[in-house]
Structures are given as C-alpha cells and as structure tokens.
C-alpha cells in the first residue's frame, strides 16, 4: 500500500513488523522505480554531501553578497573552544554544524534541501553529530535518514513545504520534525516514538512565519537552524520518555495546512511583514539597494 499519513505508517509498521526506515526505503524504491539497493546508495551520496557541507561551513568566513551573515559559525566554533559548550559536546557540535551548513548555503555553496535550502542545516546537524558523539555505524545513519525522509514526505502530500505557501513552519518546522524523527531512529526508538517525536517537533512549531529580510535567505533563516536543531532533540527526548501528543500525528499535520492558509500573505516570503519590514530592515535595505 502507498503510505500517505502517519496512521497508515504506523500500521503498517506494526501489520509487517518493519522498521520505519523498511518501509521507508520501500516507498522511495516504489516510487523511483529503482531497487532498494540503490535507493540507499542515494541515501549515502546524500549523507556524504551534508558531511561536506559541514566540513566547508566549519572553516569558511566568506561573507554572503549582503555581506551580512557568514562567520557566525567560526565565532561559535571560537566560544567552545574557549569555554566548551554548557550542554556539553552534542550540543556543541548540533549548534556549530546547523550555523555551518546554514552559511554555506548563503555563500551558494553545495547543500542538500532538506526539505528546503533556507532549512539545509537541521537534520544534517542532529543526525551527523549524534552520530559521531555516539559512533553510530554507516549504516545506522542511512536508515536515519530515511526515517526523516518519509516524514517529510507524508508531510509533503498535506502541504506545501515552501514559506510561500505555509510559512516557515512548512520549512524549518518540518525540517525540525524530520530531524527528531531521525534523532528518534539513530537513538533506537519504536515507530511509535519516532511519529511522536516528529509530532511534538511539529506541533511545537506552529505558526512559525517567514519573513526574510530582503527576500534574501539569510536573515531570519541562518540562526533558525540551530535552533530548530535543538527543538528537535527536545521532541526525541520527550518521545523517548513516553511522553505524547495529545493530538494525533495526523491532525497536526491538518493543523500546519490550515495554520498556514489563515497566516496573512504578508508573512509568506513576500517580505512584507514581521522582521522583514523592522526599522533595521528597511535601513539595511536601504544599505544593499543604495535606495535614497
Ligand atoms: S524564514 Fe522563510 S525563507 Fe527563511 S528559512 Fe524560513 S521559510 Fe525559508
């Protein structure tokens, strides 16, 4: 059967026995037409590709064409290193590879959407330091990102996962939710707590606007990364532990749809409203378009 909501993923999961990431692997294979096989060799191109996003944005102060935003992640990097991280080394490496794949999507360098570019650093980041704190195989990783792969995608048959249509919630709040699922998975949770912790991610984030200074995917989309990272951790903790979305998975994703169809269309990624249209936004639009 084709999976479209939470329910059907997690029915099928209990009817077959089958890890998310099983399932998962089935729908992307049924729906490329390609051998499972190669589906996950896809997974692992992927996978490499944000490692080198992270890599890059780690060392790079090259500013964006606003000049505004890009040595934000070597300032942070400067802060551990001088003074650790209070939440010690995963927190310190989620925040730094969510800031580093961030900046080097504004320098236009080589990123994976995940689900979008403007949202690129948070499941990389979770998954990828997770990962290396905890010595999480290949393997492991892969079948992480699968899991965050099919929420985005049950996710994506309700709505549009684009800021012009729904706000950033449809954005980041989904990338946040992908990214728990996926922190969920690599943790060793059940199907159950990976759709609860993608739910608590989600529901946590409604009503998120976008409201890019300038139209340009800079400010306030960088630093929402990290911290939209770290929501995610809070929602697989939270599900790990049992605890639950009153609302069903399914009626959050509702709630997303219908969330972003009354946000005011000043507040879709036309930067007409909220941050976007801040006394310092108009001055630093002044600045980049040399308007008098
Ligand atoms: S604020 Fe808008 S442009 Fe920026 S990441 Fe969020 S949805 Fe994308």
Redesign the pocket.
Known sequence: MTILSFEDLLNESKKRNLAIYEIAQEEESKLKETPVSAIRTDAKFTLEAMKLAIKNGLTSTEKSVSNWCGDDTVRLTKRYQNMGALFGKIFEKITTYALATAEENLRMGRIVACP?A??CGIVPSVLIAVAEEKNISEEKQIDALLTAGIVGLIISYKVRLA?AVA??QA??GVASAMSAAALTELLGGSAHEIIQAATLALKNILGLT???VCGL?EV??IK?NPFLAIHAVTASELALSGIESKILPDEVVDTLKITGQLMSPLLK?TSQGGLAKTKTALELEKKLFNKD
Do not use: F, I, L
């Open positions: 979008t403007g949202s800021g706000g950033c954005e980041c976008c409201d890019p995917v306030p989309c929402r990624e």
